[in-house]
């Protein structure tokens, strides 16, 4: 998830003021010197003693806020009636609704979509199971499930205060692929009931998104899910990320004509997302991976790693490194956080890092290091932020993803899929735009979910020759870096 911008901490500050109209440019002159930002003043009201202005603005986060408030407030002639937060206002009574897609104004109607004539279309599905993705909502529907144990950098905050981000995932799926998805917050923590739950739900969904739901438990409930249910189970914080991750690393690659197969990545954080961005750096051609965590640099050499950090430790660091971050850094090519704020220093990429040196902080809501501070020292930087260029948002992978997968009734979801979704998002930035602040397409952008969904529905991720091979983009199986924009990805 990106981090927080401006106009998450927007309000509308009712004023009662006098009717003096150089009051109105006091409050606009008194908010700009408070550091906030003015997006609107309308009159709401007018009385021979009296105006009521409305005074839309943005700060940076709460305190901010509520200091340009007490600020407009102290000025003569101006009292505030009452401040209304828009993100709170956006959210009254939930983001997202129930529609019918067919008409039902008379007796036809009724008797086509419910009785008598809807026990037809149910004795058919029970006859032809199968069906039921053709015949209901089962087709195009998506449960985005969580239990409220790790949201966003909030932590576990638990179900109920979870809902308010999977309903957004669910607009998201609506508006970018198409997808009706629908909330599932489940009021427990423990594995075997969440695997239950889920299980017994799938009738109704053709596929299903984790959302939220903390390591290590993560990991057991998909992989049990994929391994019960005949439909595709994919968990966003992992292979979403990981998704855009390696797409976004693909051209950066081509950006400093580098190959994946030669670079030294070190990746900061073994969760979740860190372990899965590892896996699909590895499956798409990496061969040099170290993994930095709270024990330092992971190696196979370690005999008091935990399983987890075990098996991943297992999987990289080939040169058996130990010791702290630095030591990781030297010599490296690409660093990739997804753990803590503050850990990495400029002049860490400037003294370890080779030349022409990639960074991607990720950590959420605040990054591994600040990204104007790393671009002083790195040929291209990328993090969750909306505010610099390269954001690294899940947003352009699981629509289109799911939109492949449900387009092809397909009931799991494989690596060589991931793959060939990260390298439909890689290109849709064409030769002409890439350059070390445009690695990465907008959210916006009208061609990423129907490049996702064409190469996960195409052929399942295989390559134009039929094989399970991935497309190698910004890698040595291509000619060039700059030239693969010409390969096609289906």
């Known amino acids: 998830m990106p981090a927080a911008t401006p106009s998450s901490y927007s309000v509308t500050i009712r004023l009662h003021t006098s009717t003096d109209y150089a009051v109105v440019g006091r409050v606009a002159t008194v908010i700009a010197e408070q550091g906030g930002i003015v997006t609107a003043i309308d009159i709401a009201d007018s009385r021979h003693d009296r105006l009521t202005v409305d005074v839309t603005c943005s700060g940076f986060n709460v305190e901010h806020t509520d200091g340009i408030v007490e600020a407009v407030d102290a000025i003569d002639g101006v009292n505030v009636h009452k401040v209304s937060d828009r993100t709170f206002l956006l959210h009254l009574g939930g983001k997202i609704e129930v529609r019918s897609k067919v008409a039902l104004k008379t007796r036809d109607d009724l008797s086509m979509a419910y009785t008598p004539g809807v026990g037809r279309v149910s004795s058919a599905i029970a006859q032809k199971p199968e069906d039921a993705r053709r015949l209901t909502i089962k087709g195009?529907?998506?449960?985005?499930?969580?239990?409220?144990?790790?949201?966003?950098?909030?932590?576990?905050?638990?179900?109920?205060?979870?809902?308010?981000?999977?309903?957004?995932?669910?607009?998201?799926?609506?508006?970018?692929?198409?997808?009706?998805?629908?909330?599932?917050?489940?009021?427990?923590?423990?594995?075997?009931?969440?695997?239950?739950?889920?299980e017994m739900i799938a009738p109704g969904f053709g596929g299903i998104n984790?959302?939220?739901?903390?390591?290590?438990?993560?990991?057991?409930?998909?992989?049990?899910?994929?391994?019960?249910?005949?439909?595709?189970?994919?968990?966003?914080?992992?292979?979403?990320?990981?998704?855009?991750?390696?797409?976004?690393?693909?051209?950066?690659?081509?950006?400093?004509?580098?190959?994946?197969?030669?670079?030294?990545?070190?990746?900061?954080?073994?969760?979740?997302?860190?372990?899965?961005?590892?896996?699909?750096?590895?499956?798409?051609?990496?061969?040099?991976?170290?993994?930095?965590?709270?024990?330092?640099?992971?190696?196979?050499?370690?005999?008091?790693?935990?399983?987890?950090?075990?098996?991943?430790?297992?999987?990289?660091?080939?040169?058996?490194?130990?010791?702290?971050?630095?030591?990781?850094?030297?010599?490296?090519?690409?660093?990739?956080?997804?753990?803590?704020?503050?850990?990495?220093?400029?002049?860490?990429?400037?003294?370890?890092?080779?030349?022409?040196?990639?960074?991607?902080?990720?950590?959420?809501p605040d990054p591994e290091i600040d990204p104007g501070e790393a671009a002083r020292y790195a040929k291209v930087v990328a993090s969750g932020r909306s505010d610099y260029p390269n954001q690294i948002n899940n947003v352009l992978a699981f629509p289109g993803?799911?939109?492949?997968?449900?387009?092809?009734?397909?009931?799991?979801?494989?690596?060589?899929?991931?793959?060939?979704?990260?390298?439909?998002?890689?290109?849709?930035?064409?030769?002409?735009?890439?350059?070390?602040?445009?690695?990465?397409?907008?959210?916006?952008?009208?061609?990423?979910?129907?490049?996702?969904?064409?190469?996960?529905?195409?052929?399942?991720?295989?390559?134009?020759?039929?094989?399970?091979a991935p497309i190698q983009v910004g890698s040595r199986a291509t000619a060039a870096p700059v030239e693969t924009q010409n390969i096609p990805i289906r």
Not at 219 to 236: A, G, K, T
Not at 427 to 450: K, L, M, Q, R
Not at 460 to 466: E, N, P, T, V
Request: with cysteine; hydrophobic share 50%.
């Open 210 to 364: 984790l959302e939220d739901i903390a390591a290590p438990r993560c990991f057991e409930i998909e992989r049990r899910l994929r391994e019960s249910l005949d439909i595709p189970v994919f968990h966003d914080d992992q292979h979403g990320t990981a998704i855009v991750v390696l797409a976004a690393l693909r051209n950066a690659l081509r950006v400093v004509e580098k190959w994946l197969e030669d670079a030294h990545v070190v990746v900061s954080g073994g969760g979740a997302a860190g372990s899965a961005i590892v896996t699909l750096l590895l499956a798409a051609g990496a061969k040099d991976v170290v993994v930095y965590d709270q024990e330092g640099l992971l190696s196979r050499d370690d005999d008091s790693l935990s399983p987890q950090k075990a098996e991943l430790a297992a999987r990289t660091n080939p040169r058996k490194l130990r010791g702290d971050l630095t030591d990781g850094l030297e010599g490296a090519d690409v660093f990739i956080g997804v753990s803590a704020p503050d850990i990495l220093k400029g002049e860490w990429i400037r003294d370890h890092m080779n030349e022409d040196a990639i960074v991607f902080a990720l950590a959420n």
């Open 140 to 198: 195009n529907t998506v449960a985005v499930v969580t239990d409220g144990s790790a949201v966003l950098g909030l932590g576990n905050i638990g179900p109920e205060a979870a809902m308010p981000v999977m309903e957004g995932k669910a607009a998201l799926f609506k508006q970018f692929a198409n997808i009706d998805a629908w909330p599932i917050a489940l009021a427990s923590q423990d594995t075997e009931e969440i695997v239950r739950a889920v």
């Open 401 to 468: 993803v799911f939109r492949g997968l449900l387009d092809a009734d397909a009931e799991n979801v494989t690596t060589d899929m991931l793959i060939a979704a990260a390298d439909a998002i890689a290109g849709v930035v064409t030769d002409e735009e890439i350059n070390p602040s445009y690695i990465i397409p907008s959210v916006f952008h009208a061609d990423v979910a129907e490049a996702v969904a064409l190469a996960i529905a195409g052929d399942g991720g295989k390559s134009a020759s039929g094989s399970t």
